[in-house]
C-alpha cells in the first residue's frame, strides 16, 4: 500500500509557533518581567481590593495601641501584624491603602507627561525646521530646572492637594518623553515606508499615527514606566517633606516622614514604608526591562 505524500503537510510548518506564541514564550521566559510583573500585579490587587484587603480602616486612631511592633518581634502581635504608628493606626492597612496613592500618582503623572512629551517629541523629529528648534529650546530650558526645587515651589504656592500633586508633577518630567521620541522619530522619518506613505498623500497625522507611533511604542513603553517610577519617587519625597500628599492620607512617603522621629528605637516605622516604596519601583523597572527585551525589533522574528 502506497502513501500519497503530496497532501502530507509540512512539519516545518506544524512546528513553526506563530508571532503571539513566540513572545509569550519569551514573555514567560524573562525572569525580570516574571518578577516585576508578580510584584506589580500584587500592588494593583492591593490598591483595588483595598476595602475588602484591609483588616482596619486606615483612618481609624487608638492612642492605647501605638508604636506596637510587627509580628515578628517579641511584643508583636497578629492582630497588627506590621504593627502599628504613633496612633495607633494600623500598618498593614495604611500600606495597603497607599499603594491607591502611590499608584494613582505614578501613573496619572506618566500619562499627563507622556501625551505631552510624546507629542512635542514627534513634531520635533517629524518637522525638523523651526519647530526642532523651538523645542528643543523648550527641552534644554526644563532640563535646566530641577524638579524636586520646582515641584516644591509650585506646591507651596498652590497648596498641597493629591490633584495639584499629579498635575506639577505630570507637567515636570516630560522632559524624558520628549528627547527620547525626537531621536527616535528623526530616525523613522526618513524610511522607506514613511516616504512611500508621504507619496501616497496620507495626511501629516495618518503618518505620525500609523507609520511613525507604532514603530517607536518599543522605546515610549521602556520611557513610560521608568517615569512611572520616577513620580513614585518625587511623590515619596515631596510627601516626606510635607508638602505633598496630606495627613491623615496614607501615603507611603507621609509615613516615613511621620515615622522619622522614632527611627533609631523604633526603625520598622520607616523600614516597612521604604521597602514597599523600593518594591514597587523596583517592579516597575524590571517590567519596563523586561517589556523593552522582549518587544525589541530584532526578537520579532
Not at 513634531?123 to 529650546?137: E, L, N
Not at 515615622?259 to 523596583?282: D, E, Q, Y
Request: glycine letters at 8%; one cysteine or more.
Amino acid at each position: 500500500m502506497t502513501v500519497n505524500t503530496s497532501k502530507l503537510p509540512d512539519p516545518a510548518t506544524i512546528l513553526e509557533p506563530s508571532p503571539t506564541q513566540l513572545l509569550t514564550r519569551r514573555a514567560f521566559g524573562h525572569t525580570g518581567l516574571m518578577i516585576g510583573g508578580g510584584i506589580l500585579l500584587i500592588m494593583l490587587i492591593m490598591a483595588l481590593f483595598a476595602p475588602i484587603l484591609a483588616p482596619f480602616d486606615p483612618y481609624d486612631q487608638d492612642l492605647a495601641q501605638r508604636l506596637i511592633p510587627p509580628v515578628w518581634h517579641d511584643k508583636g502581635s497578629w492582630g497588627h501584624p506590621l504593627g502599628t504608628d504613633n496612633l495607633g493606626r494600623d500598618y498593614i492597612t495604611r500600606i495597603i491603602y497607599g499603594a491607591r496613592i502611590s499608584l494613582l500618582i505614578g501613573f496619572s503623572a506618566m500619562l499627563i507627561s507622556g501625551v505631552l512629551g510624546t507629542a512635542l517629541g514627534v513634531a520635533a523629529g517629524y518637522f525638523g525646521g523651526r519647530v526642532d528648534m523651538v523645542i528643543t529650546f523648550l527641552i534644554t530650558t526644563r532640563l535646566a530646572m530641577p524638579v524636586i526645587l520646582v515641584a516644591l515651589a509650585v506646591v507651596a504656592l498652590l497648596g498641597s492637594s493629591l490633584q495639584i500633586v499629579i498635575w506639577v508633577l505630570g507637567l515636570l518630567i516630560w522632559d524624558r518623553f520628549a528627547v527620547v521620541m525626537r531621536s527616535a522619530t528623526q530616525q523613522i522619518r526618513t524610511m522607506d515606508y514613511v516616504t512611500s506613505a508621504r507619496a501616497l498623500g496620507c495626511s501629516t497625522l495618518r503618518i505620525i499615527l500609523s507609520e511613525i507611533l507604532p514603530n517607536v511604542a518599543n522605546a515610549l513603553i521602556v520611557v513610560a514606566t521608568l517615569e512611572v517610577a520616577h513620580a513614585v519617587l518625587l511623590e515619596a519625597a515631596l510627601s516626606f517633606l510635607g508638602l505633598g500628599v496630606q495627613p491623615p492620607e496614607p501615603s507611603w512617603g507621609l509615613m516615613i516622614s511621620e515615622g522619622k522621629s522614632h527611627m533609631f528605637f523604633k526603625p520598622w516605622v520607616i523600614a516597612i514604608p521604604g521597602t514597599a516604596i523600593f518594591l514597587l519601583v523596583l517592579a516597575i523597572n524590571l517590567l519596563g526591562d523586561g517589556i523593552r527585551d522582549v518587544t525589541a525589533p530584532e526578537n520579532r522574528n
